[in-house]
């Protein structure tokens, strides 16, 4: 009978001691990727409108740039994340990085548009790529019970990485151009990539599944070098190891649908798809738009900055304020308030002293709006259905990402100015906010109709 491991006994040879030094260099190592994820990602905002002068494309064909980057990005996501649960979470890392420097250094020597959308789409795959990855990696070697506050951390990497890049890649492209912007994204992520090959090791939880106690016994020294730990007694026959899990089934997704569901689940999906369709066109697009108006290439990066920072924070704070107030409390006010600044910029979109402070405000209320109605999942949904829900939800969120910004690529072409566009997005969270009053409406009439049968 073929020998594995438990990984429940790897990780509670983790649990049962302090974060060592190793494993402080681990999460670094995995913070700095997705990190750079975040400075490569905004690199492309920032440079847009020079870009498309050196390229002589219509500022408009860009929306198609923006939307085959995350159709990639989601394309990597199940890609990769299917691959790292039976390859590994290392190699997986090692590629993702590779491929985002290459294709990253390749965007810097683009001389037309196809070769662009080209580059971009597998630069996507591998910025898609590296996060499942990333995330259960670093998740893995921390104690079991601050799993949630590491992959919390390692995931605001993103939007520090994407508020430092587009202030760098700010200043870059003001001195030097366009393409060594993408030339010193490219440069680090090669040599994050290194870096990992170097010093990151393999997940212990997945050496322990596969058995491979060689490997997991190096990785416990390089974590405690001063204890010498036995890894045999954590040896199982994988026979008894399979018959120790439980079944697993599949839930049809039309029983999300089921039992009076199916209102407040379309009200729902359609919230994410707009909350989410918002923050990318102000992520991607608001910057040329400003750029368009007037403001200058370094304002615009400050913009953006502000943008991020307030998305950092805004994700950072929605655990807290939705179990403050509860989600329909917590999103209400951010939607509201989302579409309020998003018409402020609209109006005020050539005052730099205006814009800063806004773009803050549609950060963190834009965080707040993507949070809110994951946990209103969470809440409605009962367990056997809960994990199809909240990918269904998931998927509603990368739709709105991948065709938000063709549609404004298509409305800029059609010779509508940056304040007329940015009016037009402030209506996707004011629609937002009369579905969430709407969903609200519907919760308190199944309260209601409940207490009447009872």
């Known amino acids: 009978m073929q020998s594995t491991a438990s990984p429940g006994a790897a990780a509670s040879l983790i649990d049962s001691r302090p974060l060592s030094a190793c494993q402080r260099l681990i999460l670094v190592l995995c913070g700095s990727v997705i990190f750079l994820d975040g400075l490569d990602t905004q690199s492309i905002s920032v440079a847009t409108k020079a870009m498309a002068h050196a390229l002589n494309v219509p500022l408009a064909s860009f929306g198609v740039v923006?939307?085959?980057?995350?159709?990639?990005?989601?394309?990597?996501?199940?890609?990769?994340?299917?691959?790292?649960?039976?390859v590994g979470r290392r190699p997986l890392v090692i590629v993702a990085a590779l491929l985002i420097g290459a294709l990253t250094l390749g965007t810097a020597s683009v001389n037309n548009y196809t070769q662009l959308l080209i580059v971009r789409f597998l630069g996507g795959v591998g910025l898609g790529g590296i996060f499942p990855c990333v995330l259960a990696l670093g998740a893995e070697y921390v104690h079991s019970r601050s799993k949630g506050l590491a992959v919390a951390l390692l995931f605001a990497n993103y939007s520090l990485g994407a508020a430092v890049g587009a202030m760098i890649n700010g200043y870059v492209l003001a001195h030097y151009g366009w393409r060594a912007v993408y030339v010193v994204g490219g440069v680090l992520s090669i040599a994050a990539a290194l870096a990992i090959i170097a010093w990151l090791p393999e997940s212990p939880?997945?050496?322990?599944?596969?058995?491979?106690?060689?490997?997991?016994?190096?990785?416990?020294?390089?974590?405690?070098?001063?204890?010498?730990?036995?890894?045999?007694?954590?040896?199982?026959?994988?026979?008894?190891?399979?018959?120790?899990?439980?079944?697993?089934?599949?839930?049809?997704?039309?029983?999300?649908?089921?039992?009076?569901?199916?209102?407040?689940?379309l009200l729902l999906l359609g919230i994410l798809m707009l909350s989410y369709a918002t923050i990318k066109v102000m992520t991607v697009w608001l910057t040329p738009l400003l750029q368009t108006a007037g403001i200058s290439v370094v304002h615009t990066s400050y913009v953006l900055a502000s943008l991020d920072i307030g998305s950092m924070l805004g994700l950072g704070v929605?655990?807290?304020?939705?179990?403050?107030?509860g989600p329909t409390r917590s999103l209400l006010p951010s939607l509201l308030l989302l579409a309020v600044a998003t018409v402020v910029v609209a109006c005020e979109v050539t005052r730099f002293g205006v814009l800063l402070p806004s773009g803050f405000?549609?950060?963190f209320t834009g965080g707040i709006g993507q949070s809110a109605p994951l946990a209103l999942f969470a809440?409605?949904?009962?367990?056997r259905v809960r994990s199809t829900a909240l990918g269904l939800g998931g998927a509603a969120g990368q739709i709105g990402k991948i065709g938000s910004p063709m549609l404004v690529g298509a409305v800029l072409a059609n010779g509508w100015k940056p304040e007329t566009i940015l009016f037009a997005?402030?209506?996707?969270?004011?629609?937002g906010v009369l579905l969430m009053l709407c969903v609200t409406l519907s919760r308190r009439h199944a309260v209601t109709s409940v207490s009447q049968s009872a």
């Open 425 to 431: 997005v402030a209506l996707l969270p004011a629609i």
């Open 379 to 383: 809440l409605i949904f009962p367990t």
């Open 361 to 363: 405000v549609i950060g």
């Open 66 to 86: 923006f939307s085959v980057l995350q159709l990639g990005g989601l394309i990597g996501t199940f890609v990769f994340g299917y691959l790292a649960d039976r």
């Open 318 to 325: 929605a655990g807290y304020v939705v179990s403050r107030f």
């Open 205 to 265: 939880h997945f050496l322990a599944s596969r058995g491979k106690m060689d490997k997991l016994r190096a990785v416990f020294q390089r974590l405690y070098p001063n204890e010498a730990i036995d890894v045999e007694p954590l040896r199982v026959s994988a026979g008894s190891e399979a018959a120790q899990k439980p079944a697993r089934g599949g839930v049809p997704v039309r029983e999300i649908f089921s039992e009076g569901r199916t209102g407040i689940t």
